[in-house]
């Protein structure tokens, strides 16, 4: 097997997890919180998408499918475009109303697309390449990927453990 059909299996196991946990949620049920100031359902699964979303299209030099193909605009969040979730405050939170958990599946399929496109144009060789030398060691094409992926699954677990514990 090769690293980027390893990568790919990854991929489609969050997009699968992702559908599972949405599957037949009510729109009420994406906004609640299981006490002040923790995240809730929606904010979870739109932050992981919009953070995948980012970094790959970083990464593969591309927009992000965001913007590139109207969810930001479908979505009418009172956030900036670029907003991915990350160091939001409880109130920022709170304004992640997302209209339906239809339409972040609609998203999830788009970034997934778009994931799955750029991997299957990975080689092994590809993964050593350095994208972000802001860090000390500087962060390889390899390691964004999979950090992505860290942070897809915590907060896939996350939401899904929060579906279970309001009974949604």
Excluded: C
Excluded at 38 to 66: C, F, K, M, S, Y
Excluded at 103 to 126: C, I, K, N, Q
């Amino acid at each position: 097997m090769r690293s980027r059909d390893l990568l790919l299996y990854a991929y489609d196991q969050v997009r699968e997890t992702l559908a599972g946990t949405l599957e037949g949620l009510a729109p009420d049920a994406l906004e609640r919180r299981a006490a002040p100031d923790t995240n809730p359902i929606g904010w979870l699964v739109w932050h992981l998408l919009r953070v995948q979303d980012d970094h790959v299209a970083d990464v593969a030099g591309t927009e992000q499918v965001w913007t590139a193909q109207g969810f930001a605009g479908r979505f009418a969040l009172p956030l900036d475009d670029a907003a991915t979730g990350y160091g939001m405050s409880s109130e920022e939170v709170a304004a992640v109303r997302v209209p339906s958990a239809e339409l972040l599946l609609e998203y999830s399929e788009a970034v997934h697309a778009r994931t799955a496109e750029f991997l299957r144009g990975l080689s092994d060789d590809d993964l050593d390449r350095v994208v972000d030398r802001r860090w000390d060691p500087p962060v390889t094409l390899g390691v964004r990927l999979v950090s992505v992926l860290s942070d897809d699954l915590q907060h896939l677990g996350q939401a899904a453990y929060l579906r279970g514990l309001l009974g949604a």
